[in-house]
Nanobody
Framework: VQLQASGGGLVQAGGSLRLSCAASGRTFSSYAMGWFRQAPGKDREFVAAINWSGSSTYYADSVRGRFTISRDSAKNTVYLQMNSLKPEDTAVYYC???????????????WGQGTQVTVSS
């Protein structure tokens, strides 16, 4: 599975962005997908995940209620809708794939290249 993340950019606090992660390969629908982020000088952290069918979603406490993860299997794409953005959301955001959903980044087998999100105050 190859992943290509996009949609990052510069936005003011309170604004919104939608990240996309396009996957190649015909087995996309059998993979759980996750979003992680890494700010300068910090460890990579879990943001959100969705199971293979899209029936279950998981969020970090810091983003719950503001971010929404979804997937479109027909387009082989997973999305992260980010609303009410805060300066502390500034980071490089990565999408990842593995067979079983998890919030542990080291368990993911496939990674996209990352997309920068910068939230100004």
């Amino acid at each position: 599975v190859q992943l290509q993340a996009s949609g990052g950019g510069l936005v003011q606090a309170g604004g919104s962005l939608r990240l996309s992660c396009a996957a190649s390969g015909r087995t996309f629908s059998s993979y759980a997908m996750g979003w992680f982020r890494q700010a300068p000088g910090k460890d990579r952290e879990f943001v959100a995940a969705i199971n293979w069918s899209g029936s279950s979603t998981y969020y970090a406490d810091s983003v719950r209620g503001r971010f929404t993860i979804s997937r479109d299997s027909a387009k082989n794409t997973v999305y992260l809708q980010m609303n009410s953005l805060k300066p502390e959301d500034t980071a490089v955001y990565y999408c990842a794939a593995r067979r079983e959903v998890s919030d542990k980044f080291h368990l993911y087998n496939y990674w996209g290249q990352g997309t920068q999100v910068t939230v100004s105050s």
